[in-house]
C-alpha cells in the first residue's frame, strides 16, 4: 500500500493465508487507528480502494526497514525452522 491505492482483492492476494474475515477485520482496525482510510465508489459491483493516510505515510521508513530485516535474515529464519522440524522428527 506504500505505493498505490489497492482494492481488497489485491490486498487479499498479496498476504498469504490470511482469511477474508481476518483481512476485513484488520482494515477496519488501521482505518480506526486513522493509518488507513477508504474510498467507496457506490458502484455494482461494489469497488473499495485502501490507501494509506498521512499518519500511515509516516511509518513508511519503519515498515521499509522491516522489510529490509526480514529480507536479510530470510534464509535464517528458514534454517532455524528447518532445525526444528529435523529436531522434532527425531524424537
Avoid at 44 to 50: E, F, K, L, S, T
Avoid at 78 to 90: F, K, L, R, S
Amino acid at each position: 500500500m506504500l505505493d498505490s491505492r489497492k482494492r481488497f482483492g489485491q490486498l487479499l492476494r498479496s498476504i498469504p493465508n490470511v482469511s477474508k474475515k481476518m483481512l476485513a477485520q484488520h482494515l477496519k482496525e488501521l482505518q480506526a487507528d486513522g493509518l488507513i482510510s477508504r474510498r467507496s465508489y457506490g458502484t455494482i459491483p461494489p469497488r473499495v480502494d485502501y490507501f494509506l493516510t498521512d499518519k500511515g505515510r509516516s511509518l513508511e521508513p519503519v515498515l521499509l526497514a522491516l522489510e529490509n530485516w526480514g529480507l536479510t535474515n530470510l534464509q535464517r529464519v528458514h534454517c532455524i525452522e528447518d532445525m526444528m522440524v529435523y529436531a522434532a522428527h527425531q524424537k
